[in-house]
């Protein structure tokens, strides 16, 4: 069976085919970075993400078929991302969706984008044992969930401010470094000594498991200020290295202790930041000392992309074949509901 998946949650826009059934790989992949676009801005603007997914949907659309050496009549499944997201950006795609459809009288999947980054190991690992734990973790989005089954489970914490990925983006946006932060300070993070500065792990005032990454963000700017750094030097180098491995160790320290407390059987981290070369090895160090499964994404299914909303879709659509999956009528969602999160669905 093939499945094309389609991926506008945020700015970058993908297209993907992937077979399964007998056959389980990805067939092609065509994606749409607007790195360069946003740039100048720090950040993402909206506007603009909704207009580039606009332009070049169909394009995409065509050279993911192309490379797959298929055409439209071969696709049985659609699948789309429903949300979270900037809501401009997912109704391009969603839209786009429907009429596909429409046209070709297709069903059509409704993702999660967060439970397909969830999904997105097991296009390289088939195996992986339930119960799981599974942290997201990117520049939207920082949430544990415990996983009893691929369509069973909850969330066990999330970010109150920030998500990791966000606190990297603003800090290297405050130093003039580029945009996006993360893949900058991780490769700033080997001129620095990661040992050199402390900063303490938050504590919620409620005694809450959640996250909290925004009072990271104000020590380094504050210690930055005190000592009256400017970008390039030895002291801002220990810094920012000193900066990463403090939020790394917070995310892998708060995991693994969720980890033990829920006897899980495998861990996965996904999402953007999953590709940071620290965290990797970190965690990878971590859970073997432990004895603990760990399941990582390959790097280029770490980001955004169209090949986890297909392959989530397939497992949707097998798990739950008696959903009206000719229903047009739905509508994107801009933040984590708990319904989806919960489900997974």
Known sequence: MYILGIESSC???????????????????????????HAPYGGIVPEIAARTHYEVIDLLCRQALQQAGLGIKDIEVLAVTLGPGLVGSLLIG???AKGLAMAHNLPLVAVDHIAAHVEAPFISHKHIAYPLLALVVSGGHTTLFHQESKFSGSVVAKTRDDAAGEVMDKVAKHFGLGYP????????????????????????SDGGDDFSFSGYKSALLRRAQELNMAPGGQDFHDLLASFLNALVGYLLDKTLAAAARLNVRSLIVSGGVSRNALLRRRFADACAARELPLYLPEPRYCTDNAAMIAWLGYEKYAAYPNLNYYDLYLNSYSRASFRESKRHR
């Open 11 to 37: 700015d970058e826009t993908a297209v993907a085919v992937v077979e399964r059934g007998e056959a389980n790989a990805v067939r092609s992949e065509a994606i749409k970075s607007q790195d360069e676009l």
């Open 94 to 96: 969603l839209a786009f």
């Open 181 to 204: 932060g993360g893949p900058l300070l991780d490769a700033l993070y080997e001129k620095g000594d990661a040992d050199r500065f402390r900063f303490s792990q938050p504590r919620m």
